[in-house]
C-alpha cells in the first residue's frame, strides 16, 4: 500500500483565486449590466438617490468605495505579498514576463489617454485610469472559453494583473492624494509600526492584526491618504510563515485570511462596488458622447493602448531571451489576453472617482469611456482567443 501523500503548503490558493475570480468576474458582468438598466429607467431617482443618501455620516456610496473597497485592497495586498515571496512571482525569472507586459500595459493607455487630453487641464488628471486592467472581469471571459486557452496563460495573466494592481496602488498613493493632516498621519504610521512589532514578535493571531488594522483605516481616513491604501499597509504586515503549532503552510494567517476573504470580496464586495459605480444614464447621450477627449482616451487605452503595450512589452521580452512564451499557447493567444488586459472595470471607476472626486459629469464621461472600452476589449479577446490557432500546443519551451 502507497504512503499517504504529505502536502507541506495548502492546495494552491492560486487554483482558488482563478475560480473564484472566474466565476466572480460573470457575477460582476451581471450586476454591471443591472446597473445600467437601473440607471435608464423609471427607478433612476430611486437608484442615484439610495447611492446619496448618509450614514453615520458618509454617503452609502462612500461606504462602498472608502470602506468596502478597503477590504478589496486589503486581499490585492495580500495576493501580492504571496505571490511575491511564496508563488508565480517569487523568483526575478517568474517576474520578468509579467512585469514587463504589465509595465508596457500601464505606460501605453496612459500615452493614448494623454495624447488626446493634452488641451484639457481638468480631463488630463484622469491620465492613469486606462492603465488598470480588472482581473475578475479578464478571468470571467476567460471561464466561458474553458480548455481552449492553457493554463499557463491563465496564471500569466492572474500575474500580471496583481503586478498591475501593485502599479495602481503606487499611482494612487503619489498621484491622487488629498491634503495631508500631519496628526492623523503620524497615527496612522504608528499603528502600522505597531502591526510590524506585532509581525517581528510572531503573533500568529489574526485578531490582533484586523483590530488594528480598522483603526488604521480610520486614521488612513482622517489623514487625506485614500482610505484603501490602508488595507494594502495591513496586507503588507500579516505574517506568511507557517503557525509554530501547524508546521504547513495552511497554518499561515496570510493563507487562512486570503482563503476567508475571496468569496465575500468576489461575489459581494466587487458586485456592489461594480453595481453602485457603473450607473450611467444615457439620457441625451449618443454615440457622439465617446468622440470627446476623455471617454475616447479611456476607450483607446484601454483597448488600443493595452493590447499595444501588454503584447509589445511582452515579444520584446520574449525575443530578447529574458523570458519564454506561456507554455503550451501560441502567439494568437498570447495576442488575446493582451486584449483582455483592456478590461479595466473596477480599478479603472476606482481611479476615475478619486480623479474626478467634484465632477459628476467627468465622472459620467469617465463610466462611458471604460465601459465601452472594457466591453470591446473583453469581445475581441473573447474572439480572437476562441477562434485562434493551437498549433503550439505541443511546442517545446526552451
Given at each position: 500500500?502507497?504512503?499517504?501523500?504529505?502536502?507541506?503548503?495548502?492546495?494552491?490558493?492560486?487554483?482558488?483565486?482563478?475560480?473564484?475570480?472566474?466565476?466572480?468576474?460573470?457575477?460582476?458582468?451581471?450586476?454591471?449590466?443591472?446597473?445600467?438598466?437601473?440607471?435608464?429607467?423609471?427607478?433612476?431617482?430611486?437608484y442615484?438617490g439610495?447611492?446619496?443618501?448618509?450614514?453615520?455620516?458618509?454617503?452609502?456610496?462612500?461606504?462602498?468605495?472608502?470602506?468596502?473597497?478597503?477590504?478589496?485592497?486589503?486581499?490585492?495586498?495580500?495576493?501580492?505579498?504571496?505571490?511575491?515571496?511564496?508563488?508565480?512571482?517569487?523568483?526575478?525569472?517568474?517576474?520578468?514576463?509579467?512585469?514587463?507586459?504589465?509595465?508596457?500595459?500601464?505606460?501605453?493607455?496612459?500615452?493614448?489617454?494623454?495624447?488626446?487630453?493634452?488641451?484639457?487641464?481638468?480631463?488630463?488628471?484622469?491620465?492613469?485610469?486606462?492603465?488598470a486592467?480588472?482581473?475578475?472581469?479578464?478571468?470571467?471571459?476567460?471561464?466561458?472559453?474553458?480548455?481552449?486557452?492553457?493554463?499557463?496563460?491563465?496564471?500569466?495573466?492572474?500575474?500580471?494583473?496583481?503586478?498591475?494592481?501593485?502599479?495602481?496602488?503606487?499611482?494612487?498613493?503619489?498621484?491622487?492624494?488629498a491634503?495631508?493632516?500631519?496628526?492623523?498621519?503620524?497615527?496612522?504610521?504608528?499603528?502600522?509600526?505597531?502591526?510590524?512589532?506585532?509581525?517581528?514578535?510572531?503573533?500568529?493571531?489574526?485578531?490582533?492584526?484586523?483590530?488594528?488594522?480598522?483603526?488604521?483605516?480610520?486614521?488612513?481616513?482622517?489623514?487625506?491618504?485614500?482610505?484603501?491604501?490602508?488595507?494594502?499597509?495591513l496586507?503588507?504586515?500579516?505574517?506568511?510563515?507557517?503557525?509554530?503549532?501547524?508546521?504547513?503552510?495552511?497554518?499561515?494567517?496570510?493563507?487562512?485570511?486570503?482563503h476567508?476573504?475571496?468569496?465575500?470580496?468576489?461575489?459581494?464586495?466587487?458586485?456592489?462596488?461594480?453595481?453602485?459605480?457603473?450607473g450611467?444614464s444615457?439620457?441625451?447621450?449618443?454615440?457622439?458622447?465617446?468622440?470627446?477627449?476623455?471617454?475616447?482616451?479611456?476607450?483607446?487605452?484601454?483597448?488600443?493602448?493595452?493590447?499595444?503595450?501588454?503584447?509589445?512589452?511582452?515579444?520584446?521580452?520574449?525575443?530578447?531571451?529574458?523570458?519564454?512564451l506561456?507554455?503550451?499557447?501560441?502567439?494568437?493567444?498570447?495576442?488575446?489576453?493582451?486584449?483582455?488586459?483592456?478590461?479595466?472595470?473596477?480599478?479603472?471607476?476606482?481611479?476615475?472617482?478619486?480623479?474626478?472626486p467634484?465632477?459628476?459629469?467627468l465622472?459620467?464621461?469617465?463610466?462611458?469611456?471604460?465601459?465601452?472600452?472594457?466591453?470591446?476589449?473583453?469581445?475581441?479577446?473573447?474572439?480572437?482567443?476562441?477562434?485562434?490557432?493551437r498549433?503550439?500546443?505541443?511546442?517545446?519551451?526552451?
Amino acid at each position: 500500500m502507497a504512503a499517504p501523500v504529505i502536502r507541506t503548503k495548502p492546495l494552491s490558493a492560486l487554483r482558488d483565486f482563478l475560480k473564484s475570480e472566474a466565476a466572480g468576474g460573470i457575477v460582476l458582468m451581471v450586476v454591471a449590466a443591472l446597473a445600467l438598466v437601473i440607471a435608464n429607467s423609471p427607478a433612476a431617482p430611486l437608484y442615484f438617490g439610495a447611492l446619496k443618501s448618509y450614514v453615520l455620516g458618509l454617503s452609502v456610496l462612500h461606504w462602498i468605495n472608502d470602506a468596502l473597497m478597503a477590504v478589496f485592497f486589503l486581499l490585492v495586498g495580500l495576493e501580492i505579498k504571496r505571490e511575491m515571496l511564496d508563488g508565480q512571482l517569487s523568483s526575478w525569472g517568474r517576474r520578468v514576463l509579467p512585469g514587463f507586459a504589465a509595465l508596457g500595459g500601464m505606460i501605453a493607455p496612459a500615452l493614448i489617454y494623454v495624447s488626446l487630453n493634452l488641451g484639457s487641464p481638468d480631463s488630463l488628471r484622469g491620465w492613469a485610469i486606462p492603465t488598470a486592467t480588472d482581473i475578475a472581469f479578464a478571468l470571467g471571459v476567460l471561464s466561458l472559453l474553458g480548455p481552449r486557452v492553457p493554463a499557463s496563460l491563465k496564471v500569466f495573466l492572474t500575474a500580471l494583473a496583481i503586478l498591475d494592481d501593485l502599479g495602481a496602488v503606487i499611482i494612487i498613493a503619489v498621484f491622487y492624494t488629498a491634503e495631508l493632516s500631519g496628526l492623523y498621519l503620524g497615527l496612522a504610521a504608528a499603528t502600522l509600526a505597531l502591526l510590524a512589532a506585532l509581525n517581528r514578535a510572531g503573533v500568529m493571531r489574526l485578531s490582533p492584526y484586523l483590530l488594528l488594522g480598522a483603526a488604521l483605516w480610520y486614521f488612513t481616513l482622517k489623514s487625506g491618504v485614500h482610505a484603501t491604501l490602508a488595507g494594502v499597509a495591513l496586507a503588507l504586515t500579516i505574517p506568511l510563515k507557517p503557525s509554530p503549532a501547524r508546521p504547513d503552510h495552511a497554518g499561515s494567517p496570510l493563507h487562512r485570511l486570503e482563503h476567508a476573504l475571496q468569496p465575500y470580496v468576489a461575489f459581494l464586495i466587487i458586485p456592489i462596488f461594480g453595481f453602485a459605480n457603473a450607473g450611467v444614464s444615457f439620457a441625451g447621450l449618443g454615440l457622439a458622447a465617446l468622440g470627446q477627449a476623455l471617454p475616447l482616451g479611456i476607450m483607446l487605452g484601454l483597448f488600443l493602448g493595452k493590447q499595444i503595450g501588454v503584447f509589445g512589452f511582452g515579444w520584446l521580452a520574449i525575443r530578447a531571451g529574458l523570458a519564454d512564451l506561456p507554455a503550451n499557447a501560441s502567439w494568437a493567444q498570447f495576442y488575446g489576453i493582451a486584449l483582455l488586459c483592456g478590461i479595466g472595470f473596477t480599478m479603472s471607476l476606482f481611479i476615475g472617482l478619486l480623479a474626478f472626486p467634484y465632477s459628476e459629469a467627468l465622472q459620467s464621461q469617465t463610466k462611458i469611456g471604460v465601459l465601452a472600452g472594457s466591453l470591446l476589449s473583453g469581445f475581441c479577446g473573447w474572439v480572437l482567443l476562441r477562434l485562434a490557432p493551437r498549433e503550439d500546443m505541443h511546442r517545446p519551451q526552451g
